[in-house]
């Protein structure tokens, strides 16, 4: 059973930064793609940020040049950095992987935008 630990949410002003991780249970190339998704309220969960086990990059139009995805094996850790953040991203993200076609996921950090 694969976990995954995500810490880094909390409260950011408006054009601040945050940087989420998400720490694995195992080698973290034995998974097909890490990723970020992110659910804000009365919506429903989208994806935010994606790498491959090529290192094959991933993003959702609304975070392009904003945010970054990358990770570390050493570490077992994929990191998502948010920079120039605005109140639309305000939500639960969520950590997830994929595994021999099956979907992993963290149990999310609260991200609040706001002044």
């Known amino acids: 059973q694969v976990q995954l630990v995500e810490s880094g949410g909390g409260l950011v002003q408006p054009g601040g930064s945050l940087r989420l991780s998400c720490v694995a249970s195992?080698?973290?190339?034995?998974?097909?793609?890490m990723g970020w998704y992110r659910q804000a309220p009365g919506k429903q969960r989208e994806l935010v940020a994606t790498?491959?086990?090529?290192?094959?990059?991933n993003y959702a139009d609304s975070v392009k040049g904003r945010f970054t995805i990358y990770r570390d094996g050493a570490e077992k850790t994929v990191w998502l950095q948010m920079n120039s953040l605005s109140h639309e991203y305000t939500a639960v993200y969520y950590c997830?992987?994929?595994?021999?076609?099956?979907?992993?996921w963290g149990q999310g950090t609260q991200v609040t935008v706001s002044s």
């Open positions: 997830n992987v994929q595994l021999l076609r099956r979907n992993y």
């Open positions: 195992e080698n973290i190339f034995n998974f097909n793609i």
């Open positions: 790498i491959n086990v090529g290192g094959i990059t």
